[in-house]
C-alpha cells in the first residue's frame, strides 16, 4: 500500500475500514458499465452519511485533491470513473431510506439507496415512483438526480429533476446546503436542487433527496406491435398520446436489436414475421386500461403484428425486448454510446439519415439503434467502430443531431465522452454562464475534473 497522509486523515474520519486502497480492491471503481471508461484511483472514500462526506470533501478541499463521486456506476457516459488519481466517493454506503410521507406523497432518501430499494419501499406504503429504468437493481437515488435520469416514463412523469422536491449536498468546500423540508412551493431564492440535477457529480455531492411520489396503479396494459418503420410507429404514437391519458411508455428498437437481444437472452422473437420497427406502448391506471388502449390502436392503420399483455409475466415478456438491448449490446463488444434526441418532427428524417451515414462513413461498424420514441430520444450504439474512428463519426452523428434541432446529450449527460461537442448545441455565451457557475461553487475546479467541459 502506498503511503497517502490524504488517505490516513480520511480513514481518521470516516474510519479505516471505509477507504479502500489496495489495489484488489479498486477495480470494479475505476471501470465503467461499458468497460470504454478506465482510470486510476488515488483511492475510495466510502462515507455513511452527510456528516462524513463533508469531513471527504473538506480534507480533500485542503489537499486539493480532485474527486469522481460514484453511485452505481451505470452510467454511460464515463462520468463515474476516475481519469487518473482522483478520489472516487462512493455513495453506496448512505443508505437510509425515511418513512413514506403519505399526506403529501414525498419520501427523503440518501444517494446510495438504489431505485429498487426506493420502489419496493413506497409500494409498500401504496405509492409509486415516477422515473423507471433498466438498470433499477443498480443506478442510484444520487447518480440518477446527477445525470438527471429519463427512462421509460419521461412522456407521463417527466426525468428525474421533476421528482427532486429538495436535497442535500456536499459542496466542494466541505459545507452542505440542505433542502428537505418538502414544502412543495418555495420560491425563496434559486433553486440550487433543480441546477444540481444533470450537474453530472461537477458542483457537488448529492447525499440525501426528497422525492415526489406518484399513484401506485395496480392495472397495466402493454402491447408490443410490429411496424413497417418510424413513420408508422410515430403515427402510432401520436394517436396513443392524444387517446389514452393513462399511457405511460412508448418505446422503439429495431430488427438488428431484436436479433441481438434475442441471440443474447436466449429467447424466441415476438412474431414470426421481421418488421421495419417495434413499439412498445404501456398504460397504466387505477382500473384496466386495456380497453383505452385497444380502442385507440383499432384506429390506427400499419399495424402488421402486435402482443398485447396485462399479466405481470407476459407483460415483462414483452418489455424485455426492449429493456435487455444495453446488456445484449454489452456482450457483443464496447460499444460507443451516443444518446441522442431530435425533434418529433425530425425523428423519421433523423433515422434514415444516420443509418446512410454509418453505412458510408463506418461500413465495418454495426449500428443498434433503439430509445424512448414519445421524447425523439435514440440511442445510437455502435459496435466493432475501429477506436481510431470514434472522434470523426461520433462528430458526424452529433453533427446531424444538431443540424436537426436536437440535443447531443438526451439523458445520460455529457460525462468525459461529449465535452468536445458541447458547443455544437450550446452557444458560447451558454458556455460561459455555466463555466462561471462551476467556478462560483467549485473555485478550484475539483468535483469531476474533465467532465461537461474540456479539462
Ligand atoms: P453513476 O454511474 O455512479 O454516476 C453517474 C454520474 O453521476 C457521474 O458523473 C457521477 O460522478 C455522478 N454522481 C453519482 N452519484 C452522485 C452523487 N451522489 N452526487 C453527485 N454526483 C453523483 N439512464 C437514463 O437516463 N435512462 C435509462 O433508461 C437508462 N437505462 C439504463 C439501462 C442500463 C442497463 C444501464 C446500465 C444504464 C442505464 N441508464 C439509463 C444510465 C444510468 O443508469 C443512469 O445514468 C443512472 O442515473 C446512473 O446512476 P448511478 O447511481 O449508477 O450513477
Ligand atoms: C435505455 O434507454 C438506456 O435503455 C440505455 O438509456 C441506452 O444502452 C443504451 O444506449
Ligand atoms: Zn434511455
Known amino acids: 500500500m502506498t503511503p497517502d497522509p490524504l488517505a490516513d486523515a480520511v480513514a481518521e474520519a470516516i474510519g479505516v475500514a471505509h477507504v479502500l486502497r489496495e489495489p484488489a480492491e479498486l477495480p470494479g471503481y475505476e471501470t465503467d458499465w461499458t468497460r470504454r471508461f478506465h482510470g486510476k484511483a488515488r483511492f475510495v472514500a466510502r462515507p455513511g ?14 489537499a486539493g485533491a480532485a474527486i469522481v463521486p460514484q453511485g452505481g456506476n451505470t452510467g454511460l457516459v464515463g462520468g463515474s470513473v476516475p481519469r487518473g488519481g482522483e478520489v472516487v466517493l462512493s455513495t453506496l454506503r448512505t443508505q437510509q431510506l425515511g418513512a413514506v410521507d403519505v399526506i403529501a406523497g414525498q419520501v427523503t432518501a440518501d444517494a446510495g439507496v438504489t431505485l429498487e430499494q ?7 406504503a401504496g405509492f409509486d415512483f415516477g422515473v423507471d429504468l433498466a438498470a433499477r437493481g443498480s443506478a442510484t437515488v444520487g447518480g440518477m438526480v446527477a445525470t438527471n435520469a429519463g427512462g421509460t416514463r419521461v412522456l407521463r412523469y417527466g426525468s428525474m ?9 456536499v459542496l466542494a468546500d466541505g459545507s452542505v446546503i440542505s433542502r428537505l423540508s418538502g414544502v412543495a412551493k418555495d420560491n425563496s431564492g434559486y433553486d440550487l436542487p433543480a441546477l444540481l440535477a444533470g450537474s453530472e457529480g461537477t458542483l457537488a455531492a448529492i447525499t440525501r433527496v426528497r422525492l415526489r411520489l406518484i399513484p401506485l396503479y395496480g392495472a397495466r396494459a402493454t402491447v408490443l406491435l410490429g411496424l413497417a418503420g418510424t413513420r408508422a410507429a410515430l403515427d402510432v404514437a401520436a394517436a396513443l398520446r392524444r387517446r389514452c391519458p393513462s399511457l405511460e411508455s412508448l418505446e422503439v428498437f429495431y430488427r438488428e436489436g431484436l436479433a441481438l437481444v434475442c441471440h443474447h437472452a436466449g429467447i424466441q422473437p415476438p412474431f414470426a414475421a421481421s418488421h421495419g420497427a417495434y413499439l412498445v406502448a404501456e398504460c397504466a391506471g387505477q382500473r384496466d ?5 385497444l380502442a385507440a390502436l383499432a384506429d390506427c392503420p400499419g399495424i402488421e403484428d402486435s402482443a398485447f399483455a396485462v399479466d405481470r409475466g407476459r407483460r415483462s415478456a414483452l418489455w424485455a425486448y426492449r429493456e435487455r438491448h444495453t446488456e445484449a449490446i454489452n456482450a457483443a463488444g464496447v460499444p460507443v454510446k451516443l444518446d441522442v434526441a431530435v425533434p418529433l418532427a425530425q425523428v423519421v428524417q433523423f433515422e434514415s439519415e444516420v443509418r446512410l451515414l454509418l453505412a458510408e462513413e463506418a461500413p465495418a461498424a454495426r449500428p443498434v439503434l433503439f430509445g424512448h420514441l414519445a421524447e425523439g430520444n435514440f440511442h445510437v450504439n455502435l459496435l466493432g467502430l475501429a477506436e481510431d474512428g470514434e472522434e470523426r463519426v461520433t462528430g458526424l452523428v452529433l453533427g446531424l443531431v444538431a443540424q436537426l434541432g436536437g440535443s447531443i446529450s438526451s439523458e445520460h449527460g455529457i460525462g468525459i465522452a461529449k465535452p468536445a461537442w458541447l458547443s455544437l448545441t450550446r452557444v458560447p455565451a451558454d458556455i460561459a454562464a455555466m463555466q462561471a457557475i462551476k467556478r462560483a461553487l467549485d473555485p478550484a475546479g475539483l468535483m469531476n475534473p474533465g467532465v461537461i467541459f474540456p479539462k
Open 289 to 293: 386500461p386495456s380497453e383505452e388502449l
Open 118 to 124: 426506493l420502489q419496493t419501499h413506497v409500494r409498500t
Open 49 to 62: 452519511d452527510t456528516g462524513e462526506c463533508a469531513a471527504v470533501l473538506r480534507l480533500c478541499a485542503e
Open 161 to 169: 429533476r421533476e421528482q427532486v422536491l429538495g436535497l442535500q449536498a
